[in-house]
């Protein structure tokens, strides 16, 4: 089967590496793909925001599954078009996608369906948000409703810091992102990532994980796309997989399809674990970056056979899939300004002394310049290891880090530590 993959990051790199060791693949594409995802594929120079261009290029090269990466070709419509003209998707269409690409939807859907999330309150205009403040406390959360690149989200710790992010917001800082803005409950507990594969019907479990998002270690200084992931999350016990599964998964799907507008991909919740129990933050309409790259590593099944189980609507003639009870962690090594503006263009060496280290290297924002690899984006490389556990994955990703030569780049030194406190306190 031929295959096109979408995009161009670290979660597309891990998507590539693994759709590769599938014995049903006879061919790559990859759009635009980096040099990372040009180890496995055929990288071309298509746009995959203009949908009619992938729909070209999928028909001429005869492409059975069309694999997309990141969310605003989703958003888009990309899956209707692909859809709609008979080549097989591996993705939402753009009304379901809304469970990203509207915080509203969403939370509205979680009001109808009583699938637990925090309290909220839509608002169109600033002073019917700010109005809004005094029932909510503080701190709170301000969210624009559309997409805005992971950064549209605020948690005020005080009043001027709400009604500043709501002006913001509203003042076009997140360009049409925050036409509309939602503003909600502030949730306490620990927050997790639980995965799904669903092709509209039928619905499985596709493992567990936790990002680190704050740039430093120790969970400080501003926000980022993520510094780093492991998986499985020990806190997200079986039995509250299960719940979540029960109480907000399965509801959600069910939902979609009684709605006319079924939801076909991988389901991302990004969760809440408070003494209530498991409540959904948001939902991501793909799989998250960089936790696409420690299930990857986890993954034992042949993804082409689960992507097409997806996209067929078969998904109930398979076996679930099969993630290995070791640990996967990954360490992003990112370059010199990031999360500003990042320094672009620093020479990246010993990828293979690296690797050596028993380590998987992903690149997330590398080009190739006069035959030498360099830097260009803000997260860089996702250097990915398996061991039995936690500490045995940290340590092995570590030292694939040391062994890199990246002087323009630097990462968190202490991915895992919550849950590696945790084991050591008992």
């Known amino acids: 089967m031929i295959v096109l993959l979408l995009g161009s990051g670290g979660r597309e790199d891990a998507l590539a590496w693994k759709l590769a060791q599938s014995d049903r693949l006879t061919k ?6 980096n040099p990372g995802i040009a180890q496995y594929a055929e990288c071309v120079d298509l746009d995959p925001t203009h949908p009619e261009s992938v729909l070209a290029f999928a028909r001429e090269e005869n492409v059975g599954l069309v694999v997309i990466g990141p969310e605003a070709p989703l958003v888009a419509g990309l899956g209707d078009l692909l859809r709609a003209n008979g080549i097989l998707t591996f993705g939402p269409n753009r009304e379901a996608a809304q469970l990203e690409g509207s915080k509203g939807f969403t939370k509205d859907l979680c009001r ?7 309290a909220y309150g839509r608002f169109s205009d600033a002073s019917s948000a700010k109005a809004a403040l005094d029932s909510f406390g503080i701190p709170v959360v301000i969210k624009a409703d559309g997409l805005a690149a992971g950064k549209g989200v605020v948690i005020a710790e005080s009043r001027a810091e709400a009604e500043n992010a709501i002006d913001d917001m509203f003042g076009g800082s997140f360009g049409s992102a925050g036409a509309e803005v939602v503003v909600e409950e502030f949730l306490t507990g620990e927050e997790a990532s639980f995965f799904a594969l669903t092709d509209g019907t039928t619905v499985v479990p596709f493992g567990s994980a936790q990002d680190h998002k704050r740039v430093g270690d120790g969970d400080t200084g501003p926000n980022t796309g993520g510094m780093g992931a492991y998986s499985p999350a020990p806190v997200l016990t079986p039995e509250l997989e299960a719940r979540t599964m029960r109480e907000i998964v399965e509801p959600t799907v069910r939902a979609m399809a009684a709605a006319g507008i079924p939801y076909s991909g991988v389901l991302y919740a990004g969760l809440m ?9 948001e939902y991501n309409a793909r799989f998250g970056d960089p936790e696409c790259q420690v299930l990857m590593l986890r993954l034992e099944d042949d993804l082409v056979t689960l992507m097409l189980a997806v996209a067929e609507g078969r ?14 962690l990954t360490v992003v090594m990112a370059a010199r300004g990031y999360p500003g503006t990042p320094v672009k263009g620093g020479p990246i060496r010993n990828l293979e002394a690296a690797e050596a ?15 030498e690899l360099v830097a260009n984006g803000g ?4 250097v990915t290891a398996l061991g039995k556990d936690i500490g045995e994955a940290r340590d092995t990703a570590y030292a694939a880090v040391d062994a890199l030569d990246f002087a323009s780049g630097f990462c968190r ?6 849950e590696l406190a945790r084991q050591r306190n008992g």
């Open 28 to 33: 790559l594409f990859a759009a635009p793909g």
């Open 112 to 118: 109808r369906e009583n699938i637990p999330t925090a």
């Open 273 to 281: 674990l408070t003494a209530a129990g498991p409540k959904l933050i």
């Open 315 to 328: 998904l109930h003639e398979i076996a679930r899939p099969s993630l290995s009870p070791n640990s996967a």
């Open 357 to 371: 280290k028993g380590t998987k290297v992903f690149h997330a924002g590398t080009a190739l310049k006069d035959g």
């Open 379 to 382: 997260r860089v490389l996702n």
């Open 413 to 418: 030194r202490d991915i895992g530590w919550r």
